[in-house]
């Protein structure tokens, strides 16, 4: 039996942080893309327009009921086929954050809807249009109250995020096999990246509670 | 200054407002009363456009306001309008995100382009006349009932309307609490805005009106001084309602 060997990590400290890096990148691209996608995406359903509803409606059907795994492969083998070529971080921040604009966007739509009428009321009452009401009134309050969901739905994301290493994206999982592959010491590298990826968790979701606890007190 | 000619609008099957007429005079104070299902808050609602009438006329300042425009047009014409009108409502309805400051000075800075600074010196005026200088900085949450509405009429105020339309205004606060928000609608009163109130409020209403217009039913019933509504009602259903009100 081979003995655990943790020093060998020490040389793959540069190869790591550079993951990391990447994995950064990657996550806070697609959480920021995935809320500015989702928002409008939500607003899309609740519409009275069937013509705004249905096509977003649609797209939800899909992002939902098909792999992000294939998803991605799609994004980035599939799409040069027909002239598109995207890099692959490109590719893989397109991919979460069209996967995850669907889930955020189910998730502010509840938030939405669940808004008293009155404050849709107060607003248009002071000549505030649809619009302007729901920058200003609505959604403020709508993320307020779904911010517990939607930070699930970013953890969720940053470890999902590991699928990007299958479109060739210097990210940590990536990182971790590349150190593997010259190493041969998959516990080791597997364990680093793991805590990693748990740090990189604990501070967002130290982020999202302090958010929470903001919220909490304007409520 | 509000005119609404043979106003009707109906629910589903229900006619809530069976042809209604009325006009408020620029300055003066008209206290709608009577019970509820009767229409008020509907009619009052609908002089706002919160409610869309079925057929009729609503004028305010000169006006139409259900101009028979479609889609962008009349939504442009409609937020125009609802700017000259201040409504409150009787559950408040202040933003909760936004401390009592950002909700007086929100509406002012983004569709009159006030600057900052100016807006919360209207604000700031608005405060001190209802008492609430101090509560400035906190959240709606930190607020007591009846200085949540006072934050809402000087909500509506900071829009400068040349009407304001109060809409059971007290009827969701703790008896004790009234008292506070009555003073602040009778300030204005003194101030000589023009003001449609509805209110189950009657010695409020006897108070501060120029007309009393009972409703029942969906129609005016009786409107005249409060002396004569009060004192001296014609109508069977006034005398039943105020009999059952006073009991």
Redesign the interface.
Known sequence: MVGLKFTVLLSYIDVFALGAMWTGILCFASIAFSIVGGIPMAMAVLSRHELVRRPVAFLTWVFRGTPLLLQLYMIYFGLPKVGLYLSPITSGILGLSLHYSVYNADVIRAGIAAI?T??H??????????L?TMR??II??AL?NVAPALGNNFIALLKESALVSIITVPELTLSAQLGISETFRPFEFYLAAGAIYYAINFLLEFGLKRVEMK?A??? | MVKVVNVHKRFGTVEVLKGISMEVPRGKIFVIIGPSGSGKSTLLRSINHLETVDQGEVWVDGILVNIPLKGRKFEKHINKVRQEMGMVFQHFNLFPHMNVMENIIMAPMLLKKMPRKSAERLANNLLNKIDLHDKAYYYPVQLSGGQKQRVAIARALAMEPKVMLFDEVTSALDPELVGEVNKAMKQLAEEHMTMIIVTHEMRFAAEVADRVIFMADGIIVEEGLPQEIFQNPTQERTKRFLAEVFK
Request: charged fraction near 30%; proline fraction near 4%.
């Open positions: 008293d009155g404050q009321e107060a607003s248009r009452s002071l000549g505030l249009s649809k302007q200003k009134v403020p309050q307020r919220a007190l304007s409520r």
